[in-house]
């Protein structure tokens, strides 16, 4: 397992940025395939946004789509997810999951057996 760091959260005005990092340690991240969640209260843990360790191919959610860019940088064991055009609708706990097994992104939180403790996010005037 990874060990997974989140940061960059806050609070924002409607129509700003944030930029979350996920720091790992544990491991050499080149194969992981790495996802973003977040979490409103009453409501279920959703996928945001995944980048495969097998292709690196970058998939994200329909409600994030040109707004939201998934990265990462190997060399500094870190993921990052920038969110521009923010929306009270994106406020939530977000956080940063990884697993070796996964070949291509999922959804599913229960694919992913690595999970940082989060970071909330508040979009808000």
């Known amino acids: 397992q990874l060990r997974l760091v989140e940061s960059g959260g806050g609070l924002v005005q409607p129509g700003g940025s944030l930029r979350l990092s996920c720091v790992s340690s544990?491991?050499?991240?080149?194969?992981?395939?790495f996802a973003w969640f977040r979490q409103s209260p009453g409501k279920e843990r959703e996928g945001v946004s995944c980048i495969s360790g097998y292709d690196f191919r970058v998939s994200y959610v329909d409600s994030v789509e040109g707004r939201f860019t998934m990265s990462r940088d190997v060399a500094k064991n870190t993921v990052y997810l920038q969110m521009d055009t923010l929306n009270p609708e994106d406020t939530g706990l977000y956080y940063c999951?990884?697993?070796?097994?996964?070949?291509?992104?999922?959804?599913?939180?229960?694919?992913?057996?690595?999970w940082g403790q989060g970071t909330q996010v508040t979009v808000s005037s």
């Open positions: 999951a990884a697993d070796i097994a996964l070949h291509s992104c999922s959804t599913i939180a229960a694919h992913f057996g690595s």
């Open positions: 544990g491991h050499a991240i080149d194969y992981w395939t």
